[in-house]
C-alpha cells in the first residue's frame, strides 16, 4: 500500500452515460474505509466488494477528512483505534464538515473496549458499530442497510431535481405559448377546449373561461364545413398533417380569415389524445393580397383597354388622313391648273398638315407602346450607341459644322432598344437646336454623383428659358415655334418615360441662345 | 394597255380608300382591273362561290387579293384563314393592306399564309406609289401559281 487513498472502481460519476434510474443512483454508491492497517483495509474492501464498486480507502483520519472535500459517501467505516487523529475525533471534523454532517459512520471498534466506544461513538453521532474482529455477513448486511439508503436517497433527490426540472420546462412552455401572438388551442379528440392561450383570445374574442370545455367547432362558420373535425379524423387515421387556410368566426361574429395547423398530442404511451391547434390571422394579408391582385387585374384590364385604343387611333384615325391627303393631292395634281396660285398654296397646306397630323399619331402611339414594352435588362454600351448615332447624323448633313465630345466605355444595365431611342431622341434634339449656330460643339459624357452616375447630352445651341423647364418633358409641348425648329414635341416625353422605366429621373438646364444640357440617371 | 384577263381583287369597306386605291392604280402606267368587295364575306363569296356558281362557272381568280384587315362582318384575317382553308384559293396571292402597326397583326397574318404586309401610307404619293408597286409586281413580274394547286406543306414529300 503507498499510503494513498485510492479508488477502487473507477467509475467517472460525470461521464457515465444515461442508465435508468435505478442504476444511476447505484453507480453513485461509494463507501469510504478509513483503518490505519493497510492488512485491516485490504480486508474489509474484500468483504465490501460485491456491496459497491466504488470503495475509497483512507489510512488516517487527515486522509479521510481530504476524501470526504471530494465526495459523498453513502456510508463511513471508521477505526476507533488510530495512532495522530483517531476514530472518535476524526468523526468530530467530519460532523463539522457540511458535506458529511448526516453521512452515517459505522465505528469499527475492538470488543474490549466495546462499552466505552460505543457510549462515545453513539454521542458522537455513529449510526452504527462493528467489533472487531471483523465477521464479514454482519459487516455485509449493515452496510448493506445503508447503501441501500444512499440509493434510494440518491433516487428521489434525482426524480425530486427532475420534477423541478419538468416544472421549469412546463412554466417555460407555457409562458412562449401565452406570449405567442397566434392562437394556440388544446383539444381533446372530440374537439373539446382544453386550453386556450391569450392568442386564441386576442384572435377570436373569446377569453379562456368562455371557451374552456366548449366545443372548438363554435369557431368555424354554420355554413362552411368543419375543417377541425375533419382534420381530427384525419389525424386519426395518421394521414399526413398540413397547414390549410380557413375560415373563422369570432365572437362578435366577424368573419376571419386564418392559416391553422393542426399537430397530435400524445400521452407517455404513445396513444392519441388530443390536437394542438395553432392558428394565425391573416385577413389583413389575405386582404391586402386580394387588393394587390385586384389591382393588378384593374391595371391590366386598363392595359388591354389602353391596347384597344392605341389599335383604333392607328387604324380609324389614319383613314380619313388618308382621305385628305389623297384628295387634296389628287386636286392638286388634276385640277391644280384651274386654281390660281393661292388656291395650290392653301391646298398644300391642307396636305402638309395632314402629314403632320400623321406623324403626331405615330409618335404619340410609340410613346403609348413604350410605357407598354417588356424591359429587357442587358449590358449597353452607351458610348458605341452614341457615336453610331453621331456618324448618322453628320453623314447626313455633311454640311454642317459640329464637334461631337463622346465619353468611352459608358456602359449601363438596361433595354438596348429603349436606351437607343434614348439617345436617339437626344442627341438628334442637340443636333436640331444647334443647327441655327455655323459651328456647334454636342457633348454627352458622365458626372458622379452621390446617386450614382449622372449622364449627360450638352449642346450650345438655342437652349431654353429654365422658367419653362417643367414643361419640356410634357408630350406636345414645345418651347420653339414649328417654323423655327421642325418637330411634333414628343421626342422629351419619350427620354422621360424611357429614363423612369429604368427607374432614373431626368432634367434639364439651359438658358436661352446658351444651349441646354439634359441629365438622366438609370435608377 | 390593260392585261387581258388580268385583274386585282381589293377588300376594303372605306370608300374614301376604295377610291384613293382606283385613283392609284388608275394612275399607274399598265392599268389594271380593279374588282372591289366591302368586307369579308363578300370576298369569300365572291372568290370561293365563284368556282361553284354555274352562272360564272371557272371564273379566273385574281391574279392578287389586297386585302384589309378592319372590315365589317368577317375581318380580314378570318378571311385570310378561310380562304388559305379552301382547295381554290389555298395559294392565291394575299397582300395584307393595312394601317394597323401592331406587331400582333402582322405575325397573325403571315401565320396564317399572307403573301405579303404593306402599311397604307398617310402620305398620298407614298400611298400611290405603293399600290402601284404592288399592282406592277404581281400583274406583271409575278407567275401566279397553277389555278386549284395544293399548296404543299414544305418539307413533306409530294402528293402522287
Redesign the interface.
Known amino acids: 500500500m503507498n499510503g494513498s487513498a485510492r479508488d477502487i472502481a473507477s467509475t467517472d460519476e460525470s461521464a457515465s452515460p444515461p442508465a435508468p434510474e435505478e442504476h444511476a443512483a447505484q453507480d453513485r454508491v461509494s463507501i469510504l474505509i478509513v483503518d490505519d492497517y493497510p492488512e485491516a483495509l485490504l480486508a474489509l474492501q474484500a468483504m465490501l466488494e460485491g456491496v459497491s464498486r466504488h470503495l475509497v480507502l483512507a489510512h488516517s483520519g487527515e486522509e479521510a477528512l481530504r476524501c470526504v472535500l471530494r465526495e459523498d459517501f453513502a456510508v463511513i467505516l471508521l477505526d476507533v483505534l488510530m495512532p495522530g487523529m483517531d476514530g472518535f475525533e476524526t468523526a468530530t471534523l467530519l460532523r463539522r464538515r457540511e458535506r458529511s454532517r448526516s453521512t452515517p459512520i459505522i465505528f469499527l471498534t475492538a470488543a474490549n473496549r466495546a462499552e466505552e466506544d460505543v457510549r462515545r461513538a453513539y454521542h458522537l453521532g455513529a449510526v452504527d458499530y462493528i467489533f472487531k474482529p471483523v465477521v464479514p455477513d454482519i459487516l455485509v448486511s449493515k452496510v448493506m442497510v445503508f447503501v441501500e439508503l444512499a440509493r434510494k436517497t440518491a433516487l428521489v433527490r434525482e426524480q425530486v431535481a427532475r420534477l423541478q426540472r419538468s416544472e421549469l420546462d412546463r412554466s417555460r412552455l407555457s409562458a412562449i405559448v401565452e406570449s405567442c401572438d397566434d392562437s394556440i388551442v388544446g383539444c381533446d379528440l372530440e374537439g373539446i377546449v382544453q386550453s386556450w392561450n391569450a392568442g386564441a383570445e386576442r384572435i377570436f374574442g373569446y377569453p379562456a373561461h368562455a371557451m374552456l370545455d366548449r366545443p372548438i367547432a363554435v369557431l368555424v362558420p354554420p355554413d362552411r364545413p368543419d375543417d377541425i373535425a375533419e382534420r381530427i379524423r384525419a389525424l386519426r387515421r395518421a394521414e399526413p398533417r398540413r397547414t390549410l387556410e380557413a375560415t373563422r368566426l369570432t365572437a362578435d361574429g366577424r368573419r376571419i380569415e386564418v392559416s391553422s395547423s393542426m399537430s397530435p398530442i400524445r400521452d407517455g404511451s404513445g396513444a392519441l389524445i388530443g390536437v394542438s391547434l395553432v392558428a394565425r390571422d391573416i385577413t389583413e394579408q389575405k386582404r391586402a393580397a386580394t387588393a394587390l391582385h385586384d389591382a393588378m387585374e384593374a391595371a391590366e384590364r386598363a392595359n388591354r383597354e389602353l391596347e384597344a385604343f392605341s ?1 383604333s387611333v ?3 384615325l ?6 385628305i ?6 386636286l392638286v395634281e388634276n385640277y391644280g391648273p384651274r386654281l390660281d396660285e393661292k388656291g395650290v398654296h392653301y391646298l398644300e397646306r391642307m ?1 402638309a398638315a ?2 403632320r ?2 406623324e403626331l399619331i ?1 409618335d404619340l ?1 410609340e410613346l403609348s407602346r413604350l410605357g407598354r414594352a417588356c424591359l429587357r435588362s442587358e449590358v449597353v454600351d452607351l458610348s458605341r450607341i452614341a457615336a453610331a448615332i453621331a456618324d448618322e447624323l453628320r453623314r447626313a448633313a455633311p454640311d454642317r459644322t459640329v464637334e461631337f465630345a463622346i465619353a468611352p466605355d459608358l456602359t449601363v444595365r438596361g433595354d438596348p432598344g429603349l436606351l437607343t431611342c434614348l439617345l436617339e431622341n437626344l442627341l438628334r434634339n442637340a443636333w436640331k437646336f444647334t443647327g441655327r449656330h455655323p459651328r456647334a460643339r454636342i457633348e454627352f459624357g458622365v458626372e458622379r454623383a452621390a446617386e450614382g452616375p449622372v449622364f449627360f447630352v450638352r449642346d450650345d445651341g438655342a437652349g431654353f428659358d429654365m422658367a419653362y423647364a417643367e414643361k419640356l418633358f410634357a408630350p406636345f409641348q414645345r418651347l420653339h415655334g414649328e417654323d423655327e425648329f421642325e418637330g411634333t414635341g414628343i421626342g422629351l416625353a419619350i427620354v422621360q418615360r424611357i429614363v423612369h422605366r429604368h427607374g432614373g429621373r431626368v432634367w434639364a438646364q439651359g438658358a436661352p441662345e446658351q444651349g441646354a444640357a439634359f441629365h438622366f440617371t438609370l435608377g | 394597255m390593260p392585261v387581258p384577263g388580268k385583274y386585282l381583287l381589293l377588300v376594303e369597306d ?1 370608300s ?2 376604295q377610291e ?1 386605291a382606283l ?1 392609284a392604280l388608275g394612275a399607274a402606267c399598265t392599268p389594271v382591273p380593279v374588282e372591289i368587295v366591302r368586307d369579308g364575306e363578300a370576298a369569300l363569296e365572291f372568290l370561293l362561290a365563284a368556282g361553284r356558281s354555274s352562272a360564272r362557272e371557272r371564273a379566273a381568280l385574281p391574279v392578287v387579293v389586297l386585302l384589309d ?2 372590315l365589317p362582318k368577317v375581318d380580314g384575317l378570318e378571311t385570310l384563314r378561310r380562304l388559305r382553308a379552301e382547295r381554290r384559293t389555298q395559294s392565291l396571292p394575299v397582300v395584307i393592306l ?5 406587331d400582333l397583326d402582322l405575325r397573325e397574318s403571315y401565320r396564317l399564309g399572307a403573301n405579303s404586309y404593306v402599311r ?6 407614298e ?1 400611290r406609289a405603293t399600290l402601284q408597286f404592288i399592282g406592277r409586281y404581281w400583274v406583271e413580274v409575278n407567275e401566279s401559281p397553277p389555278q386549284g394547286w395544293k399548296t404543299p406543306i414544305p418539307g413533306t414529300p409530294p402528293a402522287r
Open positions: 389599335y392607328s387604324h380609324d389614319r383613314a380619313p388622313l388618308r382621305a391627303a389623297g384628295f387634296g393631292q389628287t396636305c395632314s402629314r397630323m400623321g405615330d402611339l | 372605306l374614301d380608300d384613293l385613283l384587315l378592319k393595312s394601317s394597323s402597326k401592331s397604307k401610307p398617310v402620305d398620298f404619293h400611298f
